[in-house]
């Protein structure tokens, strides 16, 4: 059972008919949950002065419109639902605080009784001197913009089973951070860690949403504890609106000091993150749009603070990307901003900001909580030239002034970005030759669909020097080695590194063992596809399956295990062009190209970075136009179902063409980075600044709906409309 | 107990699923879906909205692909189905699949099984010769999927099509009821 209010104080909750229904086992409250404790809180960020960590069910205040209140086990969904509809919560409905800006100024009182405002904290980051830069320069643009990213909406919602054993519990769970969920269950249920045994069978999709350990894991486990019953929950679509964290808007005030050429001298961003009712995930989203709002550019002097409050709404969590898409939002809305003002083409004004690739590294001047920000490597300019070149961007400048005064509204956007993958501290992968003379890969990190299973294999098969076919990669939970887990575009860097280092100790040492066994020098034996030759081409195989029985008789080592460390940034890059037609009188957008330039590293799986990347696009091109978390002014979410949060079907989505530079990281033996969240970074950037462009007149806010596009339309003056040289000047 | 009456009342059906026939008695209120999933094991038709929206949970109700969620399984009295696992069973199925499989049609799988039981509707439909990519990819829009930016989709079911289409020996399986 969950709240219908934003904000209430509970009076009463009378469950005994509920208990008193078919089929029903057990209601559980807070009453009768038996712990103090609320849900994790991360806290590793400095300016987060007041965490307030999420009930696992709500006693005296719900904080949210879905906030958990009760539980009811029951023989089955239908039954239990029944249950739901006969308990009896008494609320006082109180006034909720739900857009940022008022939770900002206090005067609708707070989210939290214990806080006198609603602050959570702040956070300031700087390079460079501010004052005098802007003192100093002889442009200056100031504007305000906003973005909410809506949620993950992965197609498989959350859901938990849990079978009491005699030592503890087995529990399947759809989470892409298996060990951290394990310790955090153990903890909670105060188990030994070894009495709780997960497993993570294939999950459909995740995109951040399934890494926090949220109330249903926790009750669900702890309900086949306590009543010795296997327990199974599985969230549906309209639980999962309510239930399951998305991201919030985030409001910006953004200062430019620039050159007139279109150089960048200072900038100044100011941010209003709301975090919604609790805190989980601490500041992760915020700390990310940090450290992406200086993008690809060189800028001397920057200065981003944060001010993070709480609302009456859900709390959010990172949805892909995780608050670098409103950073690469910010810095490109500023570069068209620039050039609007200075009456320069898009294109060249961020050309001429770029950092030139004999700049790398490259040194932000940024201390993060992570340390000194440094771009690694990458060639910049290049992929802007790449994107601009196969979109055929000038010839489209051009075609769009006859498109126009034949009064079609046609409109040319461009964003590049960076992408910062998190990688530190460590990830670890184990290899093992098996009695048939096959090969099994064990790493900690899970996948949702991201191909984990295909690369890694890859990765060792390549290492050993066997065929892929002759690799099985496990499953997260089945091997659990040394993990931090999926996210931040982490994966192939830290465990696919650490797959390399464990298939090429575990070759040194097969290899060793075929010498001994041939009594040759270890020098003179070398691995084939199907087991190993010891000594000279022509000598027998000694077939992967008999090293196997010999290294057992012998006692030698049958596995290898490798820890890849790094707390480096690994930062891709990438340019996008989008080109849009506008249908005038009802807004709707309907792309005509589009185009992505793109620098992961090394490409390991062709077909697998393209898949990541036209995922994110699709998700992107959506968040910009269709999916919106609309709240009314009590705080109920107008958008609950997929008639009102529009996902992207295939008729909406853009046909891309994708081009591939690969600028190896010095930081990993593979030379990869991240590519799993590149596609969504610079979409909403790219799509709103095609979408300003075909109607002529700047817009501010993210998603902007076909609703939204003609009602600006409407507004422009008639003249306006189909006359492109107004676009260039306010 | 103040539980609605109607909560308790239960119909008999009886039905064929991919060939089998099927006898049961099933709470009137009972879904298509979960009768397949939990009742009959058919676990590969998957749940993903339950409101008509998501397709994730097609199936083929005598002859045309229809979303399970939207049905109760006491409506379906009399009625043939063909689940993903009678179309793969079957080999109706299977070039729609090595075709996603080829053109990395997928990612998490979650949305594959209602992707390919549409795709069979579309690729056995005679019409599906001349359709255009902008015709293919309005067709496929009650399908959602999250992963893949629907590319790899549309190029798999676009080569089934040409395949199936370029071959002389062509002719039409299961029952033509599209029209």
């Known amino acids: 059972m969950r709240s219908p209010f934003a904000c209430a104080r509970i009076k009463s909750i009378d469950v005994s008919a509920a208990e008193d229904m078919p089929g029903v086992a057990a209601v559980v409250t807070s009453a009768t949950l038996g712990f103090d404790r609320s849900l994790p809180v991360m806290r590793d960020h400095a300016g987060l002065k007041n965490p307030a960590s999420p009930q696992i069910l709500a006693g005296t205040m719900v904080r949210y419109s879905g906030e958990p209140v009760a539980m009811v086990l029951a023989e089955n969904r239908y039954l239990a639902e029944d249950a739901l509809e006969v308990i009896v919560v008494d609320y006082e409905e109180l006034p909720a605080v739900i857009d940022a800006s008022s939770a900002e100024a206090g005067a609708a009182g707070t989210v939290h009784e214990w806080m006198t405002d609603n602050l959570a904290g702040s956070f300031t980051q700087r390079t460079g001197n501010l004052d005098v830069a802007f003192a100093a320069a002889p442009r200056l643009v100031t504007f305000s913009c906003s973005i909410e990213r809506g949620s993950a909406q992965a197609l498989e919602a959350r859901g938990i089973a849990a079978v009491p054993e005699a030592d503890g519990v087995r529990v399947w769970a759809s989470t892409q951070r298996p060990r951290g969920i394990r310790i955090l269950l153990a903890d909670y249920l105060s188990l030994p860690l070894d009495a709780v045994h997960l497993h993570v069978p294939d999950i459909g999709g995740s995109f951040g949403s399934k890494a926090y350990l949220y109330a249903e894991d926790l009750l669900i486990t702890m309900a086949a504890v306590r009543y010795q019953r296997p327990v199974r929950w599985t969230e549906d679509r309209a639980e999962n ?32 993150h709301d975090l919604g009712a609790y805190s989980p995930y601490g500041f992760a989203v915020c700390q990310n749009t940090a450290d992406h709002v200086v993008g690809p550019y060189g800028i001397p002097n920057v200065e981003f603070s944060c001010r993070a409050v709480y609302t009456n709404k859900i709390p959010s969590a990172p949805y892909r990307g995780a608050g670098r898409p409103q950073g690469v939002f910010v810095i490109e809305r500023a ?74 509204l046609v409109g040319v956007g461009l964003a590049n970005y960076i992408e910062c993958s998190i990688t530190r501290p460590h990830e670890a992968a184990r290899v093992a030759l098996r009695p048939d003379g096959t090969f099994r890969v064990g790493v900690g990190v899970s996948a949702q669909g991201q191909g984990h299973e295909t690369v890694f294999a890859q990765l060792a098969a390549d290492a050993l020097g066997v065929p892929t076919t002759a690799v099985m990669v496990a499953g997260a939970a089945e091997e659990i080695v040394d993990t931090v887990g999926t996210y931040a575009s982490r994966s192939t860097i830290m465990a696919g590194n650490a797959v390399v280092g464990a298939a090429t100790a575990l070759r040194g040492s ?47 080592a049958l596995e290898a ?53 036209l995922g994110g696009i699709a998700q992107g091109v959506a968040g910009t136009l269709l999916e919106e978390l609309a709240y009314d002014e009590s705080g109920q979410l107008l958008t609950g179902n997929f008639m009102d949060y529009l996902l992207p079907t295939s008729a909406e989505v853009p046909e891309v063409a994708i081009y591939h530079l690969e600028t190896p990281s010095p930081h990993n033996p593979l030379g990869v980075k991240g590519a799993g969240e590149g596609g969504i970074l610079p979409t909403y950037a790219a799509v709103l600044s095609a979408v300003e462009d075909a109607i002529g007149t700047p817009l501010s806010r993210v998603p902007m709906t076909a609703a939204r596009i003609a009602s600006a339309i409407r507004r422009m003056a008639p003249t306006q409309v189909p006359a492109l040289e107004n676009a260039g000047s306010q | 107990m103040s539980a609605d009456p109607a909560a308790a009342e239960v119909v008999s059906v009886r039905l064929v699923v991919n060939g089998t026939p099927v006898e049961a008695v099933v709470p009137a209120r009972l879904l298509l879906s979960d009768f397949l999933r939990h009742q009959l094991g058919l676990t590969g038709t998957h749940v993903g909205c339950e409101h008509g929206v998501c397709g994730a949970c097609t199936v083929i109700l005598d002859g ?9 399984a006491a409506q379906c009295e009399g009625s043939e189905i063909e689940t993903i696992e009678g179309l793969t069973a079957s080999g109706r199925a299977v070039g729609v699949q090595q075709a996603f499989s080829r053109n990395h049609g997928l990612q998490c799988g979650f949305c594959t099984p209602g992707f390919i039981v549409s795709a069979v509707e579309i690729i056995e439909d005679p019409a599906s010769a001349g359709m255009s990519t902008g015709e293919l990819r309005e067709r496929l829009a009650g399908n959602l999927c999250r992963c893949t930016g629907y590319a790899g989709i549309i190029l798999a079911v676009k080569q089934v099509i040409a395949a199936r289409h370029e071959s002389e020996a062509y002719e039409p399986q299961g029952r033509a009821a599209w029209s």
Request: a negative charge; aromatic letters at 6%.
């Open chain 1, 241 to 272: 609106f309510l239930a399951t964290y998305p991201e919030h808007v985030q409001v910006f005030e953004v200062e430019v000091g620039a050159e007139p050429d279109g150089r960048l001298i200072a900038l100044r961003v100011r941010l209003l």
């Open chain 1, 335 to 408: 570069m068209d901003a620039l050039a609007r003002a200075l009456g320069m083409d898009p294109a060249e004004v961020r050309r001429r900001n770029l950092i030139a690739p004999d700049a790398m590294p490259h040194d932000t001047g940024l201390d993060t909580p992570a340390g000194r920000l440094v771009y690694d490597s990458g060639d910049y300019r290049q992929c802007l030239d790449i994107a601009l070149r196969e979109s055929d961007y000038d010839g489209w400048r051009a075609r769009q002034r006859e498109l126009r005064a034949g009064g079609k």
């Open chain 1, 510 to 556: 097969l290899e060793a063992t075929a010498a001994s066994i041939a009594g040759i020098d270890p020098r003179y034996v070398f691995a084939v596809a199907d087991g190993i030759v010891p000594g000279d081409v022509g000598t027998d195989v000694l077939r992967w399956r008999d090293l196997y029985s010999a290294a057992v008789e012998l006692g030698l």
């Open chain 1, 561 to 613: 295990e490798h820890v890849f460390r790094s707390g480096a940034w690994h930062v891709s890059n990438g340019a996008h062009v989008a080109v849009v037609e506008i249908e005038p009188v009802t807004g709707q957008v309907r792309f005509l190209r589009y185009v992505v330039a793109h620098d992961a590293g090394r490409v390991l799986n062709q077909q697998i970075v393209e898949g990541q990347v």
């Open chain 2, 64 to 72: 045309r692909a229809v979303r399970s969620c939207l049905l109760l």
